[in-house]
């Protein structure tokens, strides 16, 4: 499998950069993501779309709202070419839920994927989509 490095990068910057520089973070970002990226977010109960950079951290902050990782996250290559990337992820999310409160989902409880479309090594469209049982 080939290694994306834009897609590589923009986890790089996740784990690397400290939350509390969210301005450094935002300009790292920038640099992988299209101007006019498309960001889908599917959570438990609905789909969420978002054009363009503010979009795509308006997604992550409403997604960082609802679920957590409780430790590291395991990336799982299920594909990897220059123009697409398809990550299924591993990890325990604790879950901010309107009718069950919050609670912990197991790995096995729920399906969590990363999508990436690109162009000339640009992200253009991201795709998170979280499912869990209950």
Known sequence: MTENKTVRQFFHNCYTIPETDVDKYREEQCKVLSKE???IVT???RTHTFVGIDGFFEALASWAGKFSCEG???YNYVEETPEHVMIRMDSVLRVQDPSRGEFISEAD??????EFFLENGIIT????TVSYQG
């Open 125 to 128: 469209k991201y795709i998170s």
């Open 37 to 39: 990226v498309v960001t």
């Open 43 to 45: 959570d438990t109960k």
């Open 72 to 74: 590291q996250a395991i």
């Open 109 to 114: 409880q729920h399906q969590w994927s990363q």
